[in-house]
């Protein structure tokens, strides 16, 4: 796993994604992730800056986390409470925590940061060896708009802005993407390509059941709403059997 989250884009991580950041975002996600923990401890695969790690501890769940990024590891730890959390580094696919977790969890599109179908399997593989009997892995990801691509079109636009251009390379085949960014700030322009691969929902339950789990819930969103064939996201939860 190749980390594309080095000092350059752990300096402006928070400041871009701020949106993600509000009360609104925040609470209905830690709500979800505090009943599954229960009275268990929880690890954050991709934990990054502490985005939704530091809210979670706040509400009195021990968390724990993995992440490839030592500069997205040392803007958690000068945060109130990042140096608290736990954090080991290395790729969340194969590094492991000496503990055992009531729930795994892993947000914002992180499992496609895993760029082929083996390593997603070991992800999954990964956190059933990190839950406890009848503890839960979830994943939040988007359902990506692909039906709307025109036959043989592979670009695809998702955000244009006064300080960014944001647009997908995509090979509907392999299922791998390349996501394009244009940061403009006065005169400069910052340009970053992270690779991606989408996993579609019935192969995510497909690698649940290989690592020894089977689907409890799947929703459209953190509010528990439906998941249908217009949801843009899902946020699933496997349970290890």
């Known amino acids: 796993m190749e980390n594309h989250f080095g000092e350059a884009v752990a300096a402006r ?7 993600m950041a509000t009360a609104d975002v925040i609470d209905p996600t830690v709500d979800v992730l505090v009943d599954l923990a229960g009275d268990g401890a929880a690890l954050e695969f991709g934990i990054g800056t502490g985005r939704i790690a530091l809210p979670l501890a706040a509400r ?7 992440d490839l990024s030592e500069a997205m590891i040392a803007k958690l730890r000068v945060k109130p409470g990042g ?6 580094v290395g790729s969340f696919a194969t590094a492991k925590v000496e503990c055992a977790f009531s729930l795994v969890y892993l947000v914002a599109n ?12 070991a992800c999954f593989e990964n956190a059933s060896e990190h839950l406890q009997p009848g503890g839960h892995f979830l994943i939040e990801v988007i359902v990506p708009g692909w039906q709307r691509l025109p036959p043989g079109e592979r670009f695809q636009v998702f955000d ?10 995509i090979d509907v085949v392999t299922q791998a993407s390349v ?10 322009v910052e340009v970053l390509s ?6 579609w929902p019935a192969e995510l339950d497909l690698m649940a059941r290989i690592a020894g789990m089977s689907l ?8 528990r709403e439906p998941f249908t064939g217009e949801s843009p996201k899902h946020v699933s939860i496997w349970e290890k059997r």
């Open 13 to 19: 991580y928070d400041e871009r994604t701020v949106g």
């Open 179 to 188: 996501s394009h960014h244009y940061w403009i700030e006065d005169d400069r």
């Open 194 to 199: 992270p690779p991606f691969r989408y996993v």
């Open 160 to 169: 244009v802005s006064p300080g960014h251009l944001g647009f997908d390379e």
């Open 83 to 88: 140096d608290t959390i736990g954090v080991t």
């Open 216 to 223: 409890r819930e799947r929703w459209g969103g953190w509010n």
């Open 110 to 121: 992180t499992i496609m940061n895993l760029t082929t179908q083996d390593a997603q399997v």
């Open 60 to 66: 009195g769940v021990s968390v724990s986390g993995i």
